[in-house]
């Protein structure tokens, strides 16, 4: 018995339909598809309809272009590795007035996608100013081989928080920008903004005047926040342990290491599970529950291999036990403070785990 950590494949791709919701979707696929497996996602959101996709890096941009020679690809972050960008047909941004004109020659035929920096501050141009000067200096280049620009986008730093006013402060920020330059007779094969938690927030549409939603999380199945309801977005990925044996305790005595946890009455059960923070369980994730026969039972305490969970005299040795699937998400445990959900998938210890598509 080993811990696995296993996909659906019919349950992903139907996900994909649906948050999909017949619009035009970016699908992001950074950090190996979320860890989903890039490959495997690709070819899972091409068959529901997306054809754009976007990531942080080159190495992963070359690989989509191999799984989907005819996509649109956007890679996020600005590279230097010219030549290839220009070889894999990537688009890129353009993240500010500085690269512009160091690199000016260097991104001759390259699409390059205007980046506006907003409240997140992560890169970008600063404002309208800095946009009117790269335009119009590429305007005024007569050169056969400039660069191209196909696009321009910001990304909300804010979109999953209520109770604060900075998504309604960032989002009326970038459509003034972009409305100004539309109505200045400007236009741009592509606009996009929107992530999942955006894309949500605006009824899972794509804004006015924008060509694609950039999204990530939706796509893999956790709700970027909690008024979403769990039946908007399933789960596909289950995270499952089985109990090796189960041992009864005593008041008073302690399990685990260093006094993990000390029994409070007598006759309890702990079920020793094969799966720990070794193949990527977090610390924080071990304060809550997990899932055997369908019910939840809490967690005692976390080694690198194993962990303790007190039980009762339904649960026996060979059982599974759940840590995460569509009925214990990953996106509960977001909104229990657990972590992000990227970071909770992020987490995940590929090597460790068996790892399957059913
Ligand atoms: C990760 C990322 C996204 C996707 O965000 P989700 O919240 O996962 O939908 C979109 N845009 C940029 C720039 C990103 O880095």
Redesign the pocket.
């Given at each position: 018995m080993t811990a696995i950590w296993s996909v659906d494949t019919e349950v992903f791709y139907q996900n994909a339909v649906k948050v999909r919701n017949e619009q035009s979707i970016m699908a992001?696929v950074?950090n190996n598809a979320y860890h989903y497996g890039l490959e495997f996602s690709v070819k899972e959101f091409l068959k529901a309809g997306i054809q754009t996709f976007s990531t942080?890096s080159l190495k992963e941009a070359i690989r989509v272009r191999e799984i989907a020679p005819h996509a649109t690809i956007f890679l996020?972050n600005a590279v230097y590795e010219f030549d290839t960008v220009r070889e894999y047909e990537i688009h890129m941004t353009l993240p500010s007035l500085t690269y512009y004109y160091e690199h000016k020659e260097d991104l001759r035929n390259i699409h390059v996608h205007l980046e506006f920096e907003n409240l997140l501050h992560r890169s970008g141009f600063k404002d309208l100013e800095e946009l009117h000067e790269v335009l119009e200096d590429h305007a005024q280049n007569k050169s056969d081989n400039k660069m191209i620009i196909s696009g321009i986008w910001t990304?909300f730093g804010y979109a999953d928080e209520f109770d604060v006013p900075e998504y309604d402060i960032e989002r009326q920020a970038w459509l003034n920008v972009l409305n100004t330059l539309l109505d200045e007779g400007y236009s741009f094969d592509m606009i996009h903004a929107q992530?999942?938690?955006s894309f949500y927030r605006e009824g899972q549409v794509v804004l006015p005047h924008h060509t694609h939603a950039?999204?990530?999380?939706?796509l893999y199945g956790s709700r970027?926040y909690s008024k979403l309801k769990e039946s908007e977005i399933q789960q596909s990925l289950t995270v499952k342990g089985n109990v090796i044996q189960v041992r009864e305790v005593n008041a008073g005595d302690y399990c685990g290491y260093s006094f993990a946890y000390e029994a409070t009455k007598n006759q309890t059960q702990l079920a020793v599970v094969d799966i720990g923070y070794g193949d990527g369980i977090l610390k924080s994730r071990a304060q809550h529950e997990a899932m055997i026969n369908g019910k939840r039972y809490p967690i005692r305490a976390l080694m690198m291999s194993h962990m303790f969970v007190e039980v009762d005299n339904e649960v026996h040795a060979q059982d599974e036990v759940v840590l995460y699937n569509n009925d214990i998400r990953i996106d509960e445990f977001t909104f229990k403070g657990v972590g992000a959900n990227?970071e909770q998938l992020s987490a995940m210890n590929h090597d460790s785990l068996i790892k399957e598509y059913i």
């Open positions: 992001v950074k942080t996020m990304h992530n999942s938690a950039r999204v990530g999380i939706a970027p990227s």
